[in-house]
């Protein structure tokens, strides 16, 4: 199962929609974002996923939009 499966709870008919976006001309970002928002999902906790993934250039994106000095990673 992909890295959004495991880390995110995602079933695979999701993540077949969000490989779709691609062949539709859209961002698979912004609609894995979009369905994330809509499990009532934090910035923090996207943070701390992330981090268990080991993407920390998206770390960096998101680190001027809190403070996560607190958090054990």
Not at 32 to 47: A, G, R, Y
Request: contains cysteine; aromatic residues 10%.
């Amino acid at each position: 199962m992909p890295a959004g499966g495991n880390y995110m709870r995602f079933d695979m008919l999701t993540l077949q929609t969000l490989r779709r976006e691609t062949l539709c001309g859209r961002s698979p970002t912004d609609a894995l974002l979009w369905i994330w928002s809509q499990q009532n999902h934090t910035v923090v906790e996207l943070f701390v996923l992330l981090s268990r993934m080991q993407h920390y250039q998206a770390m960096l994106v998101l680190k001027p939009f809190g403070n996560y000095r607190a958090l054990r990673l």
